[in-house]
């Protein structure tokens, strides 16, 4: 059976466990990090069990912001595959990478989601 595991990187409380509690809801997995170091700390853990199909990421946070973290994980050959969405309020920035203006509809969270992850094949409640 296949966990759909995500990451979600950012310094609000309320805004990690919006996110969290949506997608977990709809049968995602979600793992949560304050800042870009605890995010790299929570990869290394994560890599040999549940490897995620997405990071949810902000760019503005302490101890290392989102673009030093994206600079980082693109140093990691093992992480470098990850799709990463970037959810800021800084988001109309050009970048390579795909964004969400923050905070995000559920609607528009959902349709990234399963854009890159697919649906869950876990339904709600499942013990993990």
Not at 2 to 30: E, N
Not at 90 to 111: F, G, R, W
């Amino acid at each position: 059976m296949t966990h759909k595991c995500i990451l979600v990187v950012d310094d609000s409380p309320d805004i990690c466990m919006f996110i969290k509690s949506a997608l977990t809801k709809r049968g995602y997995i979600v793992f949560v990090a304050e800042n870009g170091k605890e995010a790299l700390q929570k990869l290394d853990i994560l890599e040999d069990v549940h490897r995620p199909c997405l990071i949810i990421c902000d760019l503005n946070m302490p101890v290392i912001d989102g673009w030093q973290f994206i600079e980082a994980i693109g140093k990691i050959n093992d992480l470098v595959s990850i799709p990463l969405v970037i959810h800021s309020s800084e988001s109309n920035k050009p970048t390579k990478y795909e964004s969400l203006d923050k905070p995000a509809s559920i609607e528009k969270l959902m349709q990234v989601v399963e854009r890159h992850c697919g649906k869950p094949t876990i339904k709600s409640g499942t013990k993990v």
